[in-house]
């Protein structure tokens, strides 16, 4: 495979669980990033997965159980890092910035734009990468995510609809501007606030935009980090825009993966629904 280098490889279920690195050109390091192959020869759906704060490429394939329903409902599975990697890459010691904090964004200013330049990476440089590599259906692909990641599949599923078909999110970050786990970042990232913010806002994003197909979000009702998430404010903005909203709140579930791995059979079947 051009330009991959394989640094995992397990039989899971009827399929591979697979991590390769990469040189991104966008994020001028090396990238990583799973991706869960069911055996077969078909040309199959591809569903992207974004993690949240502080995680990397095996957090997701290694809690949430995702193989599972991947190998039954012949999906593959593609989950890139959140930030870029590497001792060239600047970082701070500062909670939710740095590595492990990309915000799936292009930051502007002048330390970080260099390196930052997630929202490239999942909507342009990784796709290209999986598309020539592994046998994929390029007209079924999907977005999925979880807190930070949820909102980056928010910003880049509407933004890149011709990209993707299906969107779906686990307790997303919905007004970054607002949200103490974003703001800080955005600042850094983007400088103090403008315009730019507005660009990976899903509240901002969804006042203008939509897409046609229903979008999936969970949320767990004992959620340390709800009221930092802005949900209901940005379900009052896609009911007056008339975006579809499947939204499904859950006793007792926090924020974490045992409510990921507890409902991840169902994206999955959302997902596959969509892209068939």
Known sequence: MSNLTLIEKNKNFNGYQYVYSHYSKSNKCEMRFSIY?????????VLYFLSGLTCTEQNFIQKSGVQKYASKE??????????????????????????GAGFYLNATQLKWKRNYNMYDYITEELPKIVNKNFNVNLKNQGIMGHSMGGMGSLVCGVLNKKIFKSISAFAPICDPSKSAFSYNAFTKYLGKKNNKWNLYNPIELFKKNKISNKILIDQGLSDEFIKDLYLDDFIKVCKKNNQKILLRKHKDHGHGYYFISTYIKDHIKFHKKLLS
Do not use: A, H
């Open 37 to 45: 192959l069911p055996n077969t020869n078909k040309k199959l759906p």
């Open 74 to 99: 012949e999906m593959i599975i593609v989950g890139p890092d959140t930030s870029p990697r590497g001792n060239q890459v600047p970082d701070l010691k500062e909670s939710f910035l740095g590595k």
